[in-house]
C-alpha cells in the first residue's frame, strides 16, 4: 500500500508538471476524471500484467504518447535527450572531433573537426576504426559509436584505426576536451567581390559567428553575399533575430509571435547593430531550411533585403518552449505559438502528426490516389516593402527557383559505398599531386569503381564523369580541411553559381530583383503589430 500510494504521488507530480495545458483533453470527462483512468489502467497494468513492470517507463510512454497527440514537434525529452538538445544548442560536446559513418559494418571516418584531438592527431578521412578501447566496433550502430567517443574533457581514449593502403593497424590515443560545432562552418570569397556565408544551424553564438564572418568577408574584399540556409534545420529563436539584425536597419520588424498563453506573443525588431545593408545579398534555402532559417529567410524577403533563390522551405512556423521537469532530470518541449513574418503571413505548413509529415515529404512528385485530400487551397498573398508578392502557409518559396543537381543512381551508388572517398585516399597516399582532374586519375578510379561495384558499367562512369571528378577532388580537398571541401562543392554547384550570376551584376542591393517576380505599381499597407511580451524560445 506504502508504495502505490508513493508510486501515486509521483506519477500525479509529473501529470501536474504538464496539467496547464491539458485543458486540450476531449470533452469525455474533465482532467480529473481522465488522471482516474489513467491510475486506474496503470494500477491494472502493475497488478495483473503477465510479467512485473516498473511504473517508470509506463509512466514515460503515457507521456511521450499523450504528446504525439499535439503535434510532430511537441515531445517529453528524458534526461539524456535534454543534454544533447542542450549541447546541441550550444554547440559544443567533449568528446574526440570525428563526424563517422558505417561502411562495411565499422564505423569510417567521415572528416576530422579542425582543431580537435582527432585532427591533431592525423585521423584522416576514410580511416576504419576497428577498435575502441581493445574492443572490436563491428556491428554498433552510430549512436553507440558516438557514446563510446564522447566523454569527459581530460579523459582518454584507444582507437585503432585501418588506412586504405596500409596493411598495418595503427593504435592511437586521443584526449578528449571541449569541441565546438560552428555555426558558421565555411565563409569565403567565392567570386570577385562576392561573399559565400554558410550557416549551418542557430546555436547560441550563431549572431556573433556571423559578425565576425562578414567582418572576414569585407576584409577579404566581398560586397555582395551569398547566405547559404540549405540543410539548416533552425534553433533559437533570439539568434534568428541577431542574423537578421545584421542585414536590415534598427528598428526593423523581423518577426512576432502569437500564442494561446498571453506571455508567448512577443515583437522582436532589429536592434542597433553595424548592419551590412549595403551588399547586394541572395539567401539559399531548400526544403531542408526550416524553423529559424525561415524566419531569416522571410523577414529578409519581405523587408526587400535579400532575393531568396532555390525551392520552398520546410514550413515549420511554430514555436517551442522548454519546461525542465524537476523530479525526472528530464524536459517537457511543447509547441506554445506560431511566427509571422513582418509582412503578416505564416511560414507554417500544417502537419498533424509525425505519420503525417513522413507522407507529405514521400510523396512528393507523386500522383495522388483516388482517396487523396482535396487539393489545399491557393496561398494567400502577402505585400514586402516594395510590394512584392509573397505567400504565406506552406515555407518560404522562392523569388526565383533553381533546382540543384540531383545525383545519378550510379554516383548514389559509390558514394553510399564509400568507394569515392577510399579511392581518392589510395590514391593520395601513392601521388603528392592528387587533384582529382588528371585523366590518369580518372582511369584508375574507372578500374577500382568497378571491382568495389561490379555492377557499375565503365560506360556509366564516363556519363558521370564530371560529378564524380567534383566528388574526387572535394576528397582531395578535405584533407586540407573542411572550407576546401566545401569551396569545391560550392563552386560546382549550379545554385550557388546562378546566385553568383545574379550578384555579378547587381551594384546596389535592390538590383537582384530584376530577376525575381516584378513588383506591382503601388506598394502594400504597413505591417500588422502586436504588443511584445518577453519568451525564450527554440526551434
Known amino acids: 500500500m506504502i508504495r502505490r500510494r508513493i508510486l501515486l504521488g509521483t506519477l500525479l507530480a509529473v501529470l501536474f508538471a504538464v496539467g496547464w495545458w491539458a485543458g486540450r483533453v476531449r470533452a469525455s470527462g474533465d482532467l480529473y476524471s481522465n488522471l482516474d483512468l489513467f491510475i486506474e489502467v496503470l494500477s491494472a497494468v502493475q497488478t495483473n500484467y503477465v510479467d512485473p513492470v516498473e511504473p517508470g517507463p509506463l509512466v514515460e510512454g503515457g507521456m511521450r504518447g499523450m504528446l504525439k497527440e ?12 535534454y543534454e544533447a538538445m542542450k549541447s546541441r544548442l550550444a554547440g559544443e560536446f567533449d568528446g574526440v ?8 559494418g565499422y564505423p569510417i571516418v567521415i572528416a576530422p573537426i579542425e582543431g580537435s584531438p582527432a585532427w591533431d592527431q592525423g585521423v584522416m578521412p576514410g580511416d576504419l576504426i576497428i577498435r575502441i578501447e581493445g574492443r572490436t566496433t563491428f556491428g554498433l550502430g552510430i549512436p553507440e559509436v558516438s557514446k563510446r567517443l564522447r566523454g569527459e574533457a581530460g579523459t582518454k581514449v584507444a582507437l585503432t584505426l585501418v588506412r586504405q593502403g596500409d596493411a598495418e593497424e595503427h593504435e592511437i590515443v586521443l584526449e578528449r576536451r571541449r569541441i565546438e560545432t560552428p555555426a558558421v562552418p565555411q565563409a569565403f570569397v567565392i567570386a570577385p567581390s562576392t561573399g559565400y556565408l554558410r550557416l549551418a544551424n542557430f546555436t547560441e553564438r ?5 559578425a565576425s564572418a562578414i567582418d ?31 542585414f536590415v536597419p534598427e528598428g526593423s520588424l523581423i518577426v512576432y509571435t502569437k500564442g494561446r498563453a498571453a506571455t508567448v506573443g512577443k515583437k522582436f525588431t532589429a536592434g ?48 517551442q518552449d522548454i519546461y525542465p521537469l524537476r523530479n525526472r532530470g528530464g524536459a517537457l518541449k511543447l509547441t506554445t505559438g506560431v511566427y509571422y513574418t513582418a509582412s503578416g503571413r ?13 507522407e507529405d515529404e514521400e510523396s ?34 522562392p523569388d526565383l527557383e533553381v533546382k540543384p543537381d540531383s545525383a545519378a543512381p550510379v554516383v548514389r551508388t559509390l558514394e553510399g559505398a564509400r568507394v569515392v572517398l577510399r579511392f581518392a585516399n589510395q590514391w593520395a597516399a601513392e601521388h603528392a599531386s592528387a587533384d582529382g582532374a588528371s585523366d590518369e586519375e580518372w582511369a584508375a578510379f574507372r578500374t577500382f569503381a568497378i571491382a568495389q561495384k561490379p555492377e557499375v558499367s565503365a560506360a556509366q562512369l564516363d556519363e558521370q564523369r564530371a560529378a564524380l571528378t567534383t566528388a574526387l577532388q572535394r576528397e582531395h580537398a578535405r584533407r586540407k580541411g573542411s572550407t576546401a571541401a566545401a569551396r569545391v562543392v560550392a563552386e560546382r554547384d549550379p545554385v550557388v553559381r546562378k546566385a553568383v550570376e545574379v550578384l555579378r551584376s547587381a551594384r546596389a542591393p535592390r538590383d537582384v530583383f530584376a530577376y525575381g517576380k516584378p513588383a506591382p505599381a503601388k506598394p502594400a499597407a504597413a505591417t500588422r503589430r502586436i504588443a511584445p511580451h518577453p519568451v525564450r524560445s527554440n526551434h
Not at 499535439?70 to 535527450?81: H, M, W
Not at 572531433?97 to 562495411?104: A, I, M, P, R, T
Not at 495522388?368 to 498573398?381: L, N
Request: no cysteine.
Open 97 to 104: 572531433g570525428v563526424l563517422v559513418d558505417s561502411h562495411e
Open 206 to 210: 550563431a549572431g556573433t559567428e556571423v
Open 364 to 397: 512528393d512528385g507523386e500522383e495522388p490516389s483516388d482517396s487523396a485530400a482535396a487539393a489545399p487551397p491557393k496561398p494567400k498573398e502577402f505585400r514586402t516593402t516594395l510590394g512584392r508578392v509573397v505567400f504565406g502557409g506552406g515555407g518560404v518559396t
Open 272 to 319: 542597433k547593430t553595424r548592419a551590412e545593408t549595403g551588399w547586394p545579398m541572395i539567401v539559399l534555402v531548400d526544403a531542408g531550411s526550416a524553423s529559424a532559417s525561415e524566419i531569416v529567410t522571410g523577414a529578409l524577403q519581405d523587408l526587400d533585403r535579400a532575393l531568396v533563390l532555390g525551392s520552398t522551405s520546410f514550413g515549420k512556423g511554430t514555436v
Open 70 to 81: 499535439l503535434d510532430p514537434y511537441s515531445q517529453y525529452l528524458d534526461p539524456r535527450e
Open 216 to 246: 572576414t568577408l569585407r576584409r577579404a574584399g566581398a560586397r555582395s553575399l551569398i547566405l547559404d540556409l540549405r540543410g539548416n534545420p533552425g534553433g533559437l529563436v533570439d539568434q534568428a533575430v541577431s542574423v537578421a539584425q545584421q
Open 346 to 358: 505564416s511560414l507554417n505548413k500544417p502537419r498533424k502528426d509525425l505519420a503525417s509529415l513522413l
